[in-house]
Structures are given as structure tokens and as C-alpha cells.
């Protein structure tokens, strides 16, 4: 039960549009689900993060909507600028346990 | 302001030769990681560390080793460099344990095997 699959790849959006990823996990004791960021030439930053007594979490322009009955959340960029241009990477977890996906790779384009 | 530092930031190695990848932290965390990242593939982790003294491997140990001789500072060690060993190397330190909570990662070293 350690699979992480995140989807689309790769996603090109125009500025302003909204950009929607994916994270699907299977094991049922991940409590732990943030999004974390990575511009190229650095390290990933946290982004943003929620727990499963949520279903929703908003910060800004960023969400996270989470379905635990089907093991899965996204993230949702509103108003998607240039600046978030980047790589995006889900990383559920438990203690101990963190499994990365293998990115989204966002383009957004003015 | 510092953060995690990590260093060198690109090295060239030659197939057999070893290094060491340096990594410190000034956020007096107790947990630091060694990630590995590869095209496509996500991040891998390679050892982990919850406190000065104590370490343990992580998904992919093989090829590495570590050492935890104070909280501020958790080397890499590259025995015997091989081509598969090319990748960039993330560091990272946490208040809390991995899977609860953020992760500071450093920018990162750029290691290619020869």
C-alpha cells in the first residue's frame, strides 16, 4: 500500500483560468496530505497541507479538496498567475511515512 | 535566515570515487532526511535521522551512508559513486516526525557519476 499516483503530468493554463491536480492514494492510514511546491534550481516548500476531519481547506488562491471514502485529493489554483508556474507534488503520509508523487510540472501562460 | 544549507550545489564524479554531501539546519530540529530526485520519479527517501546519534534508512539506502554527530548537521556519504547514483540530492529537516508535519527542504545538490 505504498502507491501514490498524481495526474495530469504535465497541465498548461492561461492566466486567470483555474489549474486542477490530482493525488490518489491507497493506504488507509495516511492522516496527512499537503501539496508541496518546487520552482526550478530549488527545493520543494510546503504549499499547503490538511487533515481528513476536513473536507476542504482554503489558503488565498490554493485549495485542497479531500475525499477520503475515495482516497483521493486535489489541489485547485484559482486565478492561476505566471508566478505559480512550477512543479507540484502531493505527499501523503502518516508518521513516519511520507510518499511522494511524481509531479505536475504546471505552465501557466500570460 | 538560513534555513537548510546544503553543499556542494553541482559535482562531477568519476566512477568509484566517494564524497561527501553536506547538509546543516539552524531551526534546531530534531529530524533531518535525505532525499533523492530523479526525472519523473518523484522524491526518494534515502536515510533519516530523529535526533543526534540516530539514524535509519530510508527507501533506497543502498550506495549511502550517514552519520549524526550534532543536531545541526547530517552528512551524506557516497561510497564507491555509480552511474545510478546520479540524481539531485535533497536535505531536509522537521520539527515533527515525517508525515505530520513541514518539511524544510535545502536547494539542493546536483551530483553526476561519470
Known amino acids: 500500500q505504498q502507491q501514490v499516483k498524481q495526474s495530469p503530468q504535465s497541465l498548461i493554463v492561461q492566466k486567470g483560468g483555474i489549474s486542477i491536480i490530482n493525488c490518489a492514494y491507497e493506504n488507509t492510514a495516511f492522516d496527512y496530505f499537503p501539496w508541496y511546491q518546487q520552482f526550478p534550481g530549488k527545493g520543494p516548500a510546503l504549499l499547503i497541507a490538511?487533515?481528513?476531519?476536513?473536507s476542504e481547506k482554503k489558503e488565498g488562491r490554493f485549495t485542497i479538496s479531500f475525499n477520503k471514502s475515495a482516497k483521493q485529493f486535489s489541489l485547485h489554483i484559482m486565478d492561476s498567475q505566471p508566478g505559480d508556474s512550477a512543479t507540484y507534488f502531493c505527499a501523503p503520509g502518516s508518521t513516519d511515512k511520507l510518499i511522494f508523487g511524481t509531479g505536475t510540472r504546471l505552465q501557466v501562460f500570460p | 535566515n538560513a534555513g537548510v544549507t546544503q553543499t556542494p550545489k553541482f559535482r562531477i564524479l568519476k566512477i568509484g570515487q566517494s564524497m561527501t554531501l553536506q547538509c546543516t539546519q539552524d531551526m534546531n530540529h530534531n529530524y533531518m532526511y535525505w532525499y533523492r530526485q530523479d526525472p519523473g520519479m518523484g522524491l526518494k527517501l534515502i536515510y533519516y535521522?530523529?535526533?543526534?546519534?540516530?539514524?535509519d534508512k530510508g527507501e533506497v539506502p543502498n550506495g549511502y551512508n550517514v552519520s549524526r554527530s550534532t543536531t545541526e548537521d547530517f552528512p551524506l556519504r557516497l561510497e564507491l559513486a555509480a552511474p545510478s547514483q546520479t540524481s539531485v540530492y535533497f536535505c531536509?529537516?522537521?520539527?515533527?516526525?515525517?508525515?505530520?508535519?513541514?518539511?524544510?527542504f535545502g536547494e539542493g545538490s546536483r551530483l553526476t557519476v561519470l
Open positions: 490538511i487533515r481528513p476531519d476536513v
Open positions: 531536509a529537516s522537521s520539527y515533527s516526525r515525517q508525515g505530520t508535519g513541514e518539511l524544510f
Open positions: 535521522s530523529v535526533g543526534a546519534g540516530i539514524t
